[in-house]
């Protein structure tokens, strides 16, 4: 056996000697010289020295070597509190959560830097129930927090209650009048939080003040809702001398769009290419946004194509741009511009093309499929789910049910959509067999859900299955009924004639100024017979949407049914006085490629006059109606 060397015998130049083998370590990319001065130590019987044990721990713990940290921290006759720390971090940098727990549980004494480490531990694994228990305890034993303690919690805070104990923490410490970085994180926190008076008031009592201060407090205005409120920080902050970066820049666009501002923005377009923002991606696609939800897509276009270099983040917003316009056509062809010059398309650019696959041919919507795959986002939840609203919205629902079938995990979005595609393609019975798988999977469902299963018995006849799930929806699932649930209750119940029951549910319904239910009652009226009843249901209609010819149409009905011949009269005339022109439908085409689109008594296309000779020639030829009846009045 090697000889033990007692600490207090060790001379100071091989201890020196010893600390420079070991800093040599530091620099080297691999374990192996660590493992060589370690088996020096334990050759010349130094490896259960305090300080030269503490410094192979460190080395080890770097590497993620947890046996090798195991053996010297058992190597070390007297272990102090930096032993006992450092090998913490080593067993906790490893993964061992339960070896690290029954470490710590064994610690003889504990500071401030033994408890960073478990919290950091809690952070990682999402404890931060147990993060608060550990925190009052730690309290309790006299060790006072750092300003990475309260840094480390304030990420794991999701109560007010929570945050506010430890913003009193800080203030009590003296730690955040003059840190910076706590004082950002607490505004950062409330934002998060909704409580943004209290954010605020962190703002103006901070000593010091940087640019991610401003920042937190602007964004935090956004996320809340208070988009005027953050562009008057913008501008002080401005006036305060403070510089913006593209952080500032791309928070104020965002409320911009939110506030559908479109000068303010521009104003911000101006200074974003002053000061050369316009080269982050960031910035660029949030302005392309803002155009774009402000109705000046042609701003959108011009500015795309004015930019010097393309990547995903840029192209998405302006595919979803094209998108939410209704012009699917123009974001294929981005997609295909977009692969051309080899920008792998993201799933966001896949989910928003897919999205407008409706006003297009599907032979389009499975080559985006074909895509998908190829990509390797056919797992993805979102991607999935807007396969299966691509397939359920152009009508080929069976490819919808066996992609569906398809696909190894769902959320709760995925249901929906194939609750709803199935709704819609009038497999009422289908939707609501799904639904029941989707209670079975365990994964509990939502407003959404109920709403196309209630749509799914209302349109199928299942009545007594969709008042059964409306009476289960709040008390064995937690969701409270919305106006949508209510109306489709009341729909169902009046197509089964139970009127008397249609009529009570009308009463549970909070706040019932929508027309759409009143308009159910009222058809309901038409079989029921009941004219007082249909009088009252069609004036309350009338207060809610004057314009509309529903009530008239049903009352004249009801009247002649009856005989009451004057008052017939009286309704008819009462709606020529009110009831303005109706605005007529419009229907669409695509041939090769081409979409055409006619309105009634209109037709949208540059070959309108073409068409409309044709049409002639073929009403001549029928005798159907006469060549005067097309005049050049009617071309747009």
């Known amino acids: 056996m090697y000889p033990l060397v007692r600490q207090s015998h060790v001379i100071p130049r091989t201890l020196a000697f010893y600390s420079r083998q070991i800093d040599l370590c530091l620099s080297s990319k691999s374990v192996k010289p660590t493992k060589i001065v370690h088996a020096q130590l334990i050759k010349v019987g130094l490896n259960s020295h305090t300080f030269l044990g503490n410094r192979c721990l460190e080395l080890y713990t770097r590497y993620s070597c947890l046996d090798n940290i195991l053996k010297a921290f058992g190597d070390i006759t007297r272990k102090n509190i930096i032993s006992w720390n450092i090998c913490l971090k080593g067993v906790l940098k490893n993964g061992h959560d339960e070896l690290a727990h029954s470490l710590f549980e064994e610690m003889p004494e504990r500071d401030v830097v033994s408890w960073n480490s478990i919290f950091s531990w809690y952070t990682s694994c999402d404890h931060s129930d147990i993060a608060w228990v550990r925190f009052r305890q730690m309290l309790h034993t006299g060790v006072k927090p750092s300003a990475y303690t309260f840094s480390i919690l304030i990420s794991m805070v999701s109560y007010s209650l929570h945050g506010k104990e430890l913003h009193g923490g800080m203030i009590k410490s003296g730690l955040i009048r003059s840190n910076v970085v706590l004082g950002n994180s607490l505004i950062d926190m409330y934002s998060k939080l909704g409580i943004i008076n209290y954010a605020y008031g962190v703002f103006l009592t901070m000593d010091n003040l940087d640019m991610i201060s401003w920042n937190s407090m602007i964004i935090g205005y956004s996320k809340c809702g208070c988009g005027e409120l953050a562009l008057s920080q913008f501008s002080l902050m401005r006036s305060s001398g403070y510089p913006s970066d593209e952080f500032t820049c791309s928070a104020v666009i965002t409320c911009c769009t939110t506030l559908r501002n479109l000068e303010k923005g521009k104003q911000i377009f101006a200074l974003c290419i002053k000061v050369g923002f316009l080269c982050n991606s960031i910035i660029s696609s949030a302005i392309i946004d803002l155009f774009s939800k402000c109705n000046r897509l042609e701003l959108s276009v011009q500015l795309f194509n004015d930019l010097n270099r393309w990547d995903s983040v840029v192209c998405n917003s302006m595919i979803s741009s094209y998108t939410s316009h209704g012009i699917g056509e123009n974001a294929l062809k981005l997609l295909v511009r977009m692969l051309r010059a080899n920008i792998r398309p993201t799933e966001f650019t896949l989910c928003s093309v897919l999205s407008s696959i409706s006003g297009i041919p599907v032979e389009q919507g499975t080559q985006i499929h074909s895509m998908v795959i190829k990509s390797g986002f056919e797992k993805d939840y979102i991607v999935g789910s807007s396969i299966v609203d691509m397939y359920s919205k152009v009508g080929l629902i069976d490819c919808a049910i066996i992609f569906f079938a398809s696909m190894s995990l769902r959320d709760i979005i995925s249901w929906n959509t194939m609750i709803m595609g199935l709704v819609h393609n009038g497999r009422s019975a289908e939707a609501l067999k799904t639904f029941m798988n989707l209670c079975k999977s365990g994964l509990p469902p939502d407003r959404i859900s109920f709403a196309g299963v209630l749509l799914a018995c209302s349109c199928g006849g299942f009545i007594d299955e969709g008042t059964a799930i409306f009476s289960k929806m709040e008390c064995s699932y937690g969701v409270k009924p919305c106006y949508e649930h209510y109306a489709t209750l009341v729909d169902m119940l009046c197509q089964a004639g139970r009127f008397n029951e249609a009529l009570e549910v009308t009463k549970r319904i909070p706040q019932l100024?929508?027309?759409?239910?009143?308009?159910?009652?009222?058809?309901?009226?038409?079989?029921?017979?009941?004219?007082?009843?249909?009088?009252?249901?069609?004036?309350?209609?009338?207060?809610?949407?004057?314009?509309?010819?529903?009530?008239?149409?049903?009352?004249?009905?009801?009247?002649?049914?009856?005989?009451?011949?004057?008052?017939?009269?009286?309704?008819?005339?009462?709606?020529?006085?009110?009831?303005?022109?109706?605005?007529?439908?419009?229907?669409?085409?695509?041939?090769?490629?081409?979409?055409?689109?006619?309105?009634?008594?209109?037709?949208?296309?540059?070959?309108?006059?073409?068409?409309?000779?044709?049409?002639?020639?073929?009403?001549?030829?029928?005798?159907?109606?006469?060549?005067?009846e097309f005049s050049e009045t009617d071309v747009d």
């Open 513 to 628: 100024r929508e027309s759409t239910i009143w308009g159910t009652l009222l058809h309901a009226c038409l079989g029921h017979g009941d004219v007082r009843l249909a009088e009252k249901v069609a004036e309350r209609l009338l207060e809610l949407e004057p314009q509309l010819s529903l009530p008239y149409i049903v009352l004249a009905h009801i009247y002649e049914m009856r005989g009451q011949w004057e008052d017939i009269v009286r309704v008819r005339e009462t709606m020529k006085r009110n009831i303005a022109t109706k605005v007529g439908g419009r229907s669409w085409i695509v041939l090769k490629g081409q979409l055409y689109t006619f309105m009634a008594e209109q037709l949208h296309h540059h070959a309108s006059k073409e068409i409309y000779s044709v049409l002639e020639l073929l009403a001549l030829d029928k005798n159907e109606i006469t060549a005067t």
